[in-house]
C-alpha cells in the first residue's frame, strides 16, 4: 500500500504507511502528477505511465491533449478537451462526463 510518493533530487522514492522507503527508480525527465493507494500516475514525455509500488509499470497510454488532474482509491482522473474522463491503473476508460 502507498503512502506517499515524493520526488527527491534525481530519484521517484515510494513509502509506505511507516514512512519507510518501499521502492525507488529514476526520475529522469518524468513528472509525477498523482497517487493513489495502491499506484502512482507519471507523465514521460508524451506517455501517461501507472506504476505499482515496487516502481513496475502496471500500463501506458498517450498523452495526446490529455492532462493528469489527480489520482484517488482506484482510479486517476484526466482532462481531454472538454471532457474529465475517469481511468483504472490498466488506462481503461472507465467513466467521462462533459468538463
Keep these: 500500500m502507498i503512502s506517499d510518493v515524493r520526488e527527491k533530487g534525481s530519484l521517484i522514492e515510494v513509502f509506505d504507511a511507516n514512512s ?3 521502492s ?3 526520475a529522469g525527465s518524468k513528472e509525477l502528477v498523482g497517487v493513489a ?3 502512482f500516475v507519471i507523465i514521460n514525455g508524451s506517455l501517461i ?3 505499482d509500488e515496487k516502481c513496475k509499470r ?3 497510454m498517450s498523452q ?3 492532462m493528469v488532474r489527480g489520482a484517488a482509491g482506484n482510479t486517476f482522473t484526466v482532462k481531454n478537451g472538454s471532457l474529465i474522463e475517469t481511468y ?3 488506462c481503461k ?3 467521462y462526463k462533459s468538463a
Design 93 to 95: 476508460r472507465i467513466s
Design 49 to 51: 505511465e501507472v506504476y
Design 24 to 26: 525507488y527508480m529514476s
Design 20 to 22: 519507510k522507503r518501499i
Design 88 to 90: 483504472d491503473e490498466n
Design 64 to 66: 495526446g491533449s490529455k
Design 37 to 39: 493507494s495502491n499506484f
Design 58 to 60: 502496471i500500463s501506458y
